[in-house]
């Protein structure tokens, strides 16, 4: 059975950094397409950022505006999220994912794994 298990949430000030990490166990996980979303409570869980099996290609929503980074290690398992300028509207639940076939999706629906969350607080 996948798990993968978030952590590095936190609460921090606008303008602030965190880093989220996600640990996969229990499949290939360089055979996954992986990525990040985020929910607000009352809204709509968005895409965040998404990476390929290899690492080499990158996606992002719209709204990250190159303050984060996404990346993976597959020889650990795992893939971060690094957030900088972090601003109050940031504020959601983070949640890591992971996806069987084909390469990073836009759409929750598309995706097969997903890990707990994480919190994220940013204050102004």
């Known amino acids: 059975q996948v798990q993968l298990v978030e952590s590095g949430g936190g609460s921090v000030q606008a303008g602030g950094s965190l880093r989220l990490l996600c640990a996969a166990s229990?499949?290939?996980?360089?055979?996954?397409?992986m990525g990040w979303f985020r929910q607000v409570p009352g809204k709509e869980r968005e895409f965040v950022a998404g990476?390929?099996?290899?690492?080499?290609?990158?996606y992002y929503g719209d709204f990250v505006k190159g303050r984060f980074t996404i990346s993976r290690d597959n020889d650990a398992n795992m893939v971060y999220l690094q957030m900088n300028s972090l601003q109050p509207e940031d504020t959601a639940v983070y949640y890591c994912?992971?996806?069987?076939?084909?390469?990073?999706?836009?759409?929750?629906?598309?995706?097969?794994?997903w890990g707990q969350g994480t919190h994220v607080t940013v204050s102004s």
């Open positions: 994912a992971g996806r069987n076939l084909g390469g990073v999706a836009w759409f929750v629906v598309q995706w097969d794994y």
């Open positions: 990476i390929s099996r290899s690492g080499s290609n990158t």
């Open positions: 229990g499949h290939t996980f360089s055979s996954n397409a």
